[in-house]
């Protein structure tokens, strides 16, 4: 008598479901684990073709892999000494433009109420909180520093990472059933992840100098800090642009007037369109071949799982996850699903492989 049963299609899906919901939770309450480890593997992921350059240039791989380290180090000292300082500062400051903003938006309602326009300035402050605003940049800056606090951690692991990236094609064949379609998924990865992390660092620190030199024209306080913001939060598609621009535009008002903060809202347009919209797609090519829902998404979910570290990393972990399941043919229609039209399309193209009739 047979005795194996083969469960159900929606009792197979509900224990997915719940697989599914029981490893987010853990990866929600292990993130102040996770995201130093996470940091320090796309630092690692963005360290490669410097070190890979350096050993192609005949440099010893003991010290190619020192000179980056250095480089690593430098660039979190400089970044430290300029931005530290502007992140203290402003904290201290928080309260006083508060305050000002809120006598901002007490000025507005008595204009127009001189005007005859009538409104609740109750109901508006409490719809609209100016502190709210300002609130949400310190609690963003708080976030990036309390991920910052960790570099001596982030620093350590992405040394490991380095040396063990050497043994990954040795290990992979002594363990792995196909070797080399292993080491072809992970080759695929890397440089998929390389390849958008290395272009984007390289928009997102023009942009970020760019609106520095910007608003120090304009005399607002603060550009450096304001720079390096608009440098990080070009990582995050969509609305990352808009969230650089809000604090720097509000500040703008505060500190020299409505036709300051005009013009510090013009450069970012200025600065975001012509980089976003001519530059990147040049620069990026084909795209991140993610859907915009996709990306979205990922957005909100990582954001929520991994806090503000989450969200700057959300492409790269989501097209990580997509090529993951791209690399396996019972997941491959998720990662089909996961793109954008045109490469669902290419996907409908290809005929069905002919099954052989015995």
């Known amino acids: 008598m047979n005795t194996g049963t083969k469960q159900p299609g929606g009792t197979r899906f509900l224990f997915m479901a719940a697989a599914l919901v029981i490893v987010i939770a853990g990866i929600r309450m292990a993130s102040p684990i996770l995201v130093p480890f996470l940091l320090s593997l796309f630092i690692a992921i963005i360290s490669g073709p410097p070190l890979s350059w350096l050993h192609r240039k005949g440099v010893p791989r003991g010290l190619a892999l020192l000179i980056v380290i250095a480089a690593v180090i430098a660039i979190e000292l400089i970044v430290a000494v300029l931005v530290g300082t502007s992140i203290e500062d402003f904290s201290r400051s928080l309260p006083v433009y508060q305050a000002r903003l809120e006598e901002q938006m007490t000025a507005l309602l008595a204009w127009l109420g001189g005007l005859g326009i009538h409104v609740s300035g109750r109901g508006i402050l409490e ?14 800056l708080t976030g990036l520093g309390g991920a910052f606090t960790n570099a001596f951690l982030i620093l350590i692991l992405t040394i490991f990472i380095l040396f063990e990236a050497t043994t990954i094609p ?8 196909d070797p080399d379609r292993s080491l072809e998924t992970i080759d695929k990865f890397v440089s998929t992840i ?41 990582y995050i598609p969509n609305i990352g642009s808009i969230l650089a621009a809000v604090p720097a535009v509000l500040l703008a008002l505060l500190q020299l007037g409505g036709k300051t903060a005009l013009l510090a ?35 909100v979910f990582w954001g929520w799982v991994l806090g503000t570290v989450g969200m700057l990393l959300s492409v790269p972990l989501t097209m990580a996850i997509k090529v993951g399941l ?5 997941t491959r229609w998720i990662a089909v699903l996961m793109g954008p039209e045109e490469q669902v399309e290419a996907a409908s193209q290809v005929p069905p492989a002919s099954e052989d009739v015995a």
Do not use: H
Not at 272 to 281: D, L
């Open 265 to 299: 809202g013009l450069g970012y347009l200025v600065v975001n369109t012509v980089i976003g919209n001519v530059v990147e797609p040049r620069i990026m090519g084909r795209g991140l071949g993610l859907s915009t829902l996709v990306v979205f998404l990922s957005l």
């Open 326 to 330: 791209d690399s396996s043919e019972d």
């Open 127 to 140: 719809a609209f909180d100016p502190g709210a605003a300002m609130n949400l940049v310190a609690r963003l």
């Open 194 to 234: 390389q390849r958008y992390m290395a272009l984007k660092t390289v928009v997102s620190l023009a942009t970020g100098v760019a609106v520095a030199v910007w608003l120090a024209i304009l005399g607002v306080d603060y550009p450096m800090l304001w720079g390096f913001l608009a440098f990080l939060l070009n």
């Open 170 to 177: 040795a290990k992979v064949r002594a363990t792995s059933a």
